[in-house]
Nanobody, 128 residues
């Protein structure tokens, strides 16, 4: 099974930027829809953004639309989340996720249950 490893989290001031990376262990990653989710303290995990295998289609949660950009580099088995204009409310553990049931399909979903590949998470803390 594909392993996902996130990096790039850290402490950033409000209105600042961070770029998260998620590297997959296997090139089969390139076939799959990939997404980012996050979980803030005391809250349930929520969808942030998703991209199809080609990177041609993307989908964002309303709370991050216009501030975050999801992208992928298939030859490098990597998906990114560029975060700008960070708010205090963006503080959370950010998880990379993949839907291994989708192969070369322009299908996107924000449903957590659709994703079966998960990384261990990376902490993002936004300070005032």
């Amino acid at each position: 099974q594909v392993q996902l490893v996130e990096s790039g989290g850290g402490l950033v001031q409000a209105r600042g930027s961070l770029r998260l990376s998620c590297v997959a262990s296997d090139r089969t990653f390139r076939r799959h829809t990939m997404a980012w989710f996050r979980q803030a303290p005391g809250k349930e995990r929520e969808f942030v953004a998703a991209t199809t295998w080609s990177g041609m289609r993307t989908f964002y949660a309303e709370s991050v639309k216009g501030r975050f950009i999801i992208s992928r580099n298939n030859p490098q088995n990597t998906v990114y989340l560029q975060m700008s204009g960070l708010h205090l409310e963006d503080t959370a553990i950010y998880y990379c996720a993949g839907d291994s049931s989708v192969h070369f399909n322009e299908y996107l979903t924000s449903a957590e249950k659709s994703y079966d590949l998960w990384g261990q998470g990376t902490q993002v803390t936004v300070s005032s």
